[in-house]
């Protein structure tokens, strides 16, 4: 065996430190732990998290895949970059816009950054994006609106000071399992774990209280619990008055505790009960099923609300986004998706002028907005002008909302996938680029609490496959040979570069090296010298102040809008997701066997009864109006009467879900959308009349 080596968990955003070691006289892995000197876990580590880097599910690329007469054929590298380099040629000949690309919070920061270098400075493109604005968008354009700068206040180092824990449409004991157990452990003493969710999770099984609110009604309770404070004089008058705008005209737009507690489906009682909970030092968390919703933005805006009318925004307390992909925020800091790197304002002509001018290139290549997200840019793949579109490290086709369209678009374009793993995407591509993965990769990643440490490859790959980072500098080589400094470009380098350009802003890291990672293992940013590194945010010796034009935080006003798709004769039950404690993302590395079996429904007793008539040996079909898949089902009343529970991870499960979007952050709704439970046909039990069947076996129509 071969030497053991540190490097970070990619799985999800904790950020553990994990030692991992390969074998000797092979490639892969052997074994992977913990790693007791890092600052972030201190040995602590999710059993899945291990088993997803030493022993991972899935198919794995071997070689670099061509489309020659319908189907993938081996190649070679150089015929592969090759043909990638000159559809891109032809598409970017048409238009800037020829080119769509989506990244992902999979990649390193590296990575990241040279593919939205690539996209952004290259090509021109405002068809980018990653696939991170499916999990986080509407909590950074909450931070962003709130605070004038992204990413959560608090640290790991608030958990175990913190009175009061309230987790908010999240499943940490599942989603997050090293961070939740020191929200457990300071919740089990004198404190207090309060879940606001529709749905009894693992989480739950835990708390003190359970807020179990109708779905979708997060904005309307949250405007109740505020109501209350305001009613019970425990607002923060001396914190509001000096560091905040726009609180009055928050308490003006508040319904009655009574009418918004009905609006939430939640007896008064419980409304009082969380109030009075957050006079204690509390830390407020939230996940997917706030920001996955049409009011995502709102919902988390008025999370940020509490905090601040209560005082919560100091050590041991705080709003706390949690982050599902390993670099979410990287993601966000690093590749000019949303912003230039180190938060620098996207519309801003100087910021652009200065991105330019490191990059070498014109500012007017830049694109003078964002995009229009996901969502926006299938239905632009969909109807023109990208005529190319190149994902990497992302799996769109299970990973979307209405999935049946983002396969039809992705169907119909030119598609080059470059993944690690053989996906649903990948299937649909013309080229495909083999990347190596966890534990053969170089460069660093940047977990939730702001915190960057390395990755680093404990094992060699197969001449066929290449890293994220050099398959991007190849084609951006091709395409403009003065974008990157050479054909192969180390991860240091670029890792320098980027830290050298985010001087000054508000997400410095010109402070940051390899070798400073390499002593001190994790940094959090900001770290604009080398010896710096980011504490609590805002708070300052003399009092708070925010990147915001008045220098304070700013309230906010939302009011709860309802479901995007409510429920009706036609299709009368509510669908959410929800994380499997065994899968994440798209479940590539952790589905095994099941990648064929239908995904299983919790639904109430009571509601399974409703439609027993409609199941076959224990399975049924559920139907939304975008199309229809089958599922086994589970009796659970951990889920309310009149809704169905399905895991956001299968690939089957996003044929029905709803691409309407949160029109601040581009976030799609992925958490409410009215369904009907209908039987398969006799002919073919994975098919229902008039909708397409999971398996792809064009269902029997009405002519």
């Given at each position: 065996m071969s030497e053991w080596t540190p490097t970070t968990c990619m799985r999800c955003a904790v950020g553990c430190g994990h030692l991992q070691r390969g074998y000797a006289n092979n490639y892969g892995l052997d074994t992977v732990r913990g790693d007791a000197t890092h600052p972030v876990n201190r040995g602590l580590a999710c059993q899945r998290g291990v088993d997803e880097t030493a022993n991972p599910d899935g198919e794995w690329l071997t070689r670099p895949l061509v489309r020659e007469n319908g189907t993938l054929v081996s190649t070679n590298?150089?015929?592969?970059?090759?043909?990638?380099?000159?559809?891109?040629?032809?598409?970017?000949?048409?238009?800037?816009?020829?080119?769509?690309?989506?990244?992902?919070?999979?990649?390193?920061?590296?990575?990241?950054?040279?593919?939205?270098?690539?996209?952004?400075?290259?090509?021109?493109?405002?068809?980018?994006?990653?696939?991170?604005?499916?999990?986080?968008?509407?909590?950074?354009t909450a931070y962003y609106q709130a605070f004038g700068s992204d990413a959560p206040p608090p640290t790991y180092e608030d958990i175990p000071d913190a009175r009061t824990h309230v987790v908010w449409g999240a499943n940490p004991a599942v989603a997050h399992p090293v961070m939740y157990r020191w929200i457990a452990d300071s919740a089990s003493g004198d404190g207090d774990l309060i879940v606001v969710d529709p749905v009894e999770s693992e989480t739950v099984d835990d708390a003190d209280v359970h807020a179990q609110i109708d779905p979708g009604a997060d904005l309307a309770f949250a405007r109740a619990v505020l109501a209350q404070v305001v009613d019970d004089g425990s607002v923060d008058r001396e914190f509001v008055d000096r560091y905040t705008d726009g609180f009055e005209a928050t308490v003006d737009s508040l319904p009655s505790v009574r009418e918004a507690a009905e609006t939430a489906g939640v007896p008064v009682e419980t409304v009082e009960r969380v109030a009075a909970a957050l006079s204690d030092p509390t830390l407020l968390y939230w996940g997917m099923g706030v920001n996955q919703s049409v009011q995502g933005t709102a919902t988390a805006r008025a999370l940020i609300d509490l905090c601040l009318a209560t005082g919560?925004?100091?050590?041991?307390?705080?709003?706390?986004?949690?982050?599902?992909?390993?670099?979410?925020?990287?993601?966000?800091?690093?590749?000019?998706?949303?912003?230039?790197?180190?938060?620098?304002?996207?519309?801003?002509?100087?910021?652009?002028?200065?991105?330019?001018?490191?990059?070498?290139?014109?500012?007017?290549?830049?694109?003078?907005?964002?995009?229009?997200?996901?969502?926006?840019?299938?239905?632009?793949?969909?109807?023109?002008?990208p005529e190319v579109c190149w994902t990497v490290a992302t799996n769109p086709v299970a990973g979307m909302p209405d999935g049946d369209r983002v396969r039809e678009a992705l169907d119909d374009t030119f598609l080059v996938a470059q993944d690690a793993f053989r996906t649903e995407t990948v299937e649909l591509a013309d080229v495909v680029l083999p990347a190596a993965t966890w534990g053969e990769s170089e460069g660093t990643v940047t977990n939730m609490e702001r915190r960057i440490s390395r990755v680093r490859a404990a094992t060699e790959t197969s001449p066929k496959i290449k890293g994220d980072l050099d398959?991007?500098?190849?084609?951006?080589?091709?395409?403009?040979?003065?974008?990157?400094?050479?054909?192969t470009t180390s991860p240091e380098s670029v890792f320098d570069e980027l830290c050298e350009l985010t001087a000054g802003t508000l997400a410095d890291l010109s402070g940051l090296s390899y070798d400073r990672l390499d002593a001190e293992l994790a940094v959090r940013w900001p770290a604009p010298s080398p010896e710096a590194e980011g504490e609590y945010r805002y708070v300052e010796e003399d009092g708070w102040e925010f990147p915001t034009p008045s220098g304070r935080a700013r309230f906010s006003t939302g009011t709860h809008g309802g479901l995007a798709e409510p429920t009706d004769d036609e299709y009368p039950l509510t669908l959410t997701t929800g994380r499997r404690a065994d899968a994440y993302n798209t479940g590539v590395r952790s589905r095994g066997d099941e990648t064929d079996a239908p995904p299983t429904a919790r639904i109430h007793p009571e509601t399974t009864l409703e439609y027993i008539e409609e199941f076959d040996r224990g399975k049924t079909v559920v139907a939304s109006r975008r199309g229809s898949t089958t599922i086994a089902v589970n009796p659970d009343d951990g889920v309310p009467k009149g809704m169905v529970w399905l895991p956001i991870h299968h690939p089957a499960v996003n044929v029905l879900t709803l691409p309407a979007v949160d029109p601040e952050s581009d976030e799609p709704n992925f958490k409410q959308c009215a369904v009907d439970v209908r039987a398969p046909q006799p002919s073919n039990p994975l098919v229902h009349e008039g909708h397409p069947s999971a398996d792809g076996e064009p269902a029997p129509s009405d002519d």
């Open positions: 590298w150089e015929t592969a970059i090759g043909t990638v380099v000159s559809h891109l040629e032809d598409a970017l000949a048409e238009s800037a816009d020829g080119v769509a690309v989506l990244g992902s919070g999979q990649q390193t920061n590296e990575a990241a950054y040279a593919l939205g270098k690539l996209a952004r400075g290259g090509f021109g493109t405002r068809y980018y994006d990653a696939n991170t604005t499916l999990c986080m968008a509407s909590a950074v919560n925004l100091r050590p041991g307390s705080g709003p706390f986004s949690l982050t599902g992909q390993a670099n979410s925020m990287g993601t966000r800091v690093c590749s000019s998706k949303g912003t230039w790197p180190g938060q620098r304002e996207f519309t801003d002509p100087d910021h652009r002028r200065a991105v330019a001018d490191a990059w070498g290139i014109p500012s007017s290549r830049l694109p003078d907005d964002p995009g229009p997200g996901p969502v926006g840019i299938v239905d632009a793949i969909a109807d023109g002008p398959i991007i500098v190849a084609i951006g080589s091709a395409i403009d040979p003065a974008l990157f400094s050479e054909p």
